[in-house]
C-alpha cells in the first residue's frame, strides 16, 4: 500500500510517501528562520507559511519517492494536538486529496506519530514504555498492545522542552533553544547546584520549578555583576532536567513489565538523554530493549505520521470521515 501522511501540527510543514513500512521520501519544510525572531512559534503566521508551503511540500515529496497521485492509497494527517490554525492547513490538504482521489482518510494523533517513529528502527515488543519527551509533552505512555495507550505519568506543570526554549531565551541563545543548549552543555561544567524537580516515588514531572530556579541563578549572577559562562548554566541545567527522567524510568521499570522502552519527541535528539538513558538499560535492565530515534525523526515529521497511520491501517481502526475536526487538545488516550 501506498500512504501519503501529512504533518503541520506546528511550525514544520511536512510530507511523506511510505510504500507498506519502507519511507520513500519524508520532506520537511521548516519555519524556524520565521519565528526566531519573536522567540516562539508565532500561531498566526505558522498558519499562513503552512499554506504557503503545503502544495510544494506534497510534490516535492511525491517527485522523490517518484510515486503518483494515482498510485496512492490512503491519505494520513495529523488530527491533533497542535496549533489550530496549523493543524487546520494539513487536515484540509489531506481531506481535498481524499475528496479529488477517493480515498481514505487515516487521522493520527501527534504524539503517537512520535513514538512510531521508533518503528522505523525496531520492531515493537509489548508490553511497551514510551517516554515522551517534546515541547509541549513529558509523559510516560504505557502499551499494552498496538495503538493502545494509556498515560501513567505526566508534567503536572511545564514540558521540558518549554523549560529548554525558556531556558535557552533567558540566555540570548535563540530558538529553539534545546539543540543550542545540548550543545552547549557539554562545552561547559555542571557547577551550579539547582534542585531535582519531583523528586519522589510518582510517575509524574514537574518542570516549571527548575526553569524558575535557573532565571533566578542568571539573575543572581548578574545582580552581583559575578562573570558566568553560559555554557556553564547549560549544563548545570541539563544534568538535572536529564538526571529526573532518567530517575523516574527507573522508578516505572522497577514497578511496571515492560519489553522494550522507546523515546518519542523533540526532546528524543538530546546526546545527554540518549547516553544517560542507554547506560541505565545496559547497566540495570538488561532485559529491557532501548528504541531511540533516528535524529531526523526526533522533532515533527510526516514519516511518523505515515508509520502510525499504516499500523491503523493494518489494526482496521475506523478511518476519518471528510467532517472530522482538527483536535487542539487531543488525550493520546483517546486516539
Ligand atoms: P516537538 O515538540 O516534538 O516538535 O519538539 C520540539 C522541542 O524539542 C523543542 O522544545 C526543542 O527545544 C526540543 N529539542 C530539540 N532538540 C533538542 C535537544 N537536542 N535537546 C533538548 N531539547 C531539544
Ligand atoms: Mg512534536
Known sequence: MIILAIESSCDDTSVAILKD??????????????HNKYGGVMPELASRLHVEKITYVIKE???IANVKLEDVNYIAFTQ????????????????????????????VHHLAGHIY??????????????????????????????????????????????????????????YPGGPIIDKLAHEGKAIYPLPLPKNDQSFDFSYSGLKSAVINLIHKL???????????????????????????T???????????????????????LRTRMQELINKEF???ELSLPRLSLCGDNAAMIGMCAYYRILNNNEFGSLDCSALATYSIEKF
Open 21 to 34: 513500512k519502507e519511507l520513500l521520501s519524508n520532506v520537511v519544510s521548516s519555519q524556524i528562520a520565521f
Open 61 to 63: 515529496a511525491l517527485e
Open 80 to 107: 491533533g494536538p497542535g496549533l489550530i490554525g496549523s493543524l487546520h492547513v494539513g487536515m484540509q490538504a489531506a481531506k481535498t486529496l481524499a475528496l479529488l482521489y477517493n480515498l481514505p482518510l487515516v487521522p
Open 117 to 174: 517513529a521508533n518503528r522505523f528502527e525496531k520492531e515493537f515488543q509489548f508490553p511497551m514504555l514510551a517516554l515522551v519527551v517534546s515541547g509541549g509533552h513529558t509523559e510516560f505512555v504505557y502499551m499494552e498492545d498496538e495503538l493502545k495507550f494509556k498515560i501513567i505519568g505526566s508534567t503536572l506543570d511545564d514540558a521540558i522542552g518549554e523549560a529548554y526554549d525558556k531556558v535557552a531565551r533567558v540566555l540570548g541563545l535563540g
Open 222 to 248: 548578574e545582580k552581583r555583576n559575578e562573570s558566568y559562562l553560559k555554557e556553564d548554566i547549560a549544563s548545570s541545567f541539563q544534568k538535572v532536567a536529564v538526571e529526573i527522567l532518567i530517575k523516574k
Open 250 to 272: 527507573r522508578h516505572v521499570l522497577n514497578q511496571m513489565p515492560v519489553k522494550m522502552i522507546a523515546i518519542a519527541g523533540g526532546v528524543a535528539a538530546n546526546q545527554e
Open 286 to 288: 538488561k532485559n529491557v
